[in-house]
Nanobody, 130 residues
Framework: LVQLRESGGDSVQSGGSLRLSCEVS????????MAWFRQAPGKAREGVAS???????TYANSVKGRFTISQDNAKNTLYLQMSSLKSEDAANYSC????????????????????????WGQGTQVTVST
């Protein structure tokens, strides 16, 4: 199972920007479906965005147009560029990964189903102040 390690969490003002990073332990990360999730205190885990090996992305409606997920396969790193941050974006952000294929078939890569992912990082905290 791949190991994931997030970084980049910080305290920012509303309207500000932040970039989160997720280092992946394996060089074969280019064959993974990768995603970002977040969880605020007292709330359920929420899928934020996903990206598959071809670069196809999905986003939660709440972040569409403000957040961008990307990956640098040469660096084995997943990113989440966040802009126009709002107070409701404050949460612990985790990256997740799993194979893009199952039994040789493409397995839909989406942020909507956390159960799709087997590997998780510990998370990085994002605080947004008004």
């Amino acid at each position: 199972l791949v190991q994931l390690r997030e970084s980049g969490g910080d305290s920012v003002q509303s309207g500000g920007s932040l970039r989160l990073s997720c280092e992946v332990s394996e060089k074969s990360s280019s064959s993974y479906c990768m995603a970002w999730f977040r969880q605020a205190p007292g709330k359920a885990r929420e899928g934020v965005a996903s990206i598959d090996p071809s670069g196809r992305t999905t986003y939660a409606n709440s972040v569409k147009g403000r957040f961008t997920i990307s990956q640098d396969n040469a660096k084995n790193t997943l990113y989440l560029q966040m802009s126009s941050l709002k107070s409701e974006d404050a949460a612990n952000y985790s990256c997740a990964a799993d194979g893009a294929y199952l039994d040789g078939y493409y397995y839909e890569c989406t942020h909507q189903y956390p159960g799709r992912f087997a590997a998780w990082g510990q998370g990085t905290q994002v605080t947004v102040s008004t």
